[in-house]
DNA sequence: TGTGAAAAGTTAAGAGA
DNA sequence: TCTCTTAACTTTTCACA
């Protein structure tokens, strides 16, 4: 990819909304090259989409967590994401090489929504697990893609 | 916060370069309502920006990890987010209520970079680290915010 | 909070190098 | 792959309910 891109992408990831007026003023590009770059790099799929980034507190889901997800049974078939993924509180879901399988983010309102919230995943899955509480979070979501 | 915002809030999860002319087709009010509706949501730090979301793989940073971080004198003043935000691979940083102080997620290239990264945290913050691979992501940044 | 209207700015698509 | 052009659309601001 080549440098230009990687400016466009870095412009992008730090302001989703920027017109490619602006764009073209930041890279010496006229405005048509520059969509016809960025169009070219969602086709690539490089951007994937834009979102807004909104605060969690601010929308009432102040408690993070990370929890490690084990199967009871080693040897169920393995369709642990499948049986989580309509549990919207779970964020993030990773496939892990640890002792446990997966881990995953979730966001809640308050400490007895968690408690449910685990109830909730340890039946869908048949898993056991361990949580881990977030404290504080000092930053998240800096794209370390920002970095190339 | 009203239904209307939520709706606002939700569609551009979804699609943070959605218009405002669409945003008011999709919640039945003025273009300009939603402008200030919008306006209003980033002014009270409910919306806090836009990101064009990328493929870290498109990027070339394949290799995900989740690194527990503790430090190895307990006696130090505790400042090991500032020690480490210089480190543009660490994408997010917790402060967790675990046996480890952190939890950090990076992205790098391929293996040998991780080493090296693990031992710029280790000496930039005078910690231990325990260190675990990302296989595959079912999903990542799903908003649980969108559950609102 | 909302509306509608008008000026200023942006996007999208095509022709041409 | 770039620039330029032009029509269509979007944003922004303002007066007013």
Redesign the pocket.
């Known amino acids: 990819m080549e440098d230009?891109d990687r400016r466009l992408v870095g412009l992008l990831l730090q302001d989703g909304r920027m017109?490619?007026?602006?764009?073209?003023k930041a890279t010496?590009?006229?405005?048509?090259?520059?969509?016809?770059?960025v169009?070219?790099l969602e086709e690539r799929g490089v951007i994937t989409g834009y979102a807004a980034t909104v605060s969690p507190e601010a929308l009432g889901l102040p408690l993070s967590a990370l929890i490690s997800v084990t199967p009871f049974d080693p040897s169920d078939p393995d369709d642990v994401p499948q049986r989580l993924a309509h549990i919207t509180e779970i964020e993030d879901c990773y496939s892990v090489a640890g002792v446990e399988s997966y881990i995953l983010k979730v966001r809640v309102a308050m400490p007895g929504n968690l408690e449910d919230l685990l109830a909730r995943i340890r039946s869908a899955a048949n898993v056991s697990t361990r949580t881990t509480v977030v404290l504080s979070t000092p930053w998240e979501g800096r794209s370390a893609s920002a970095s190339v």
Chains 1, 2 share one sequence.
């Open positions: 230009l017109s490619y007026t602006d764009l073209g010496g590009l006229s405005t048509s090259a520059v969509h016809q770059r169009r070219r």
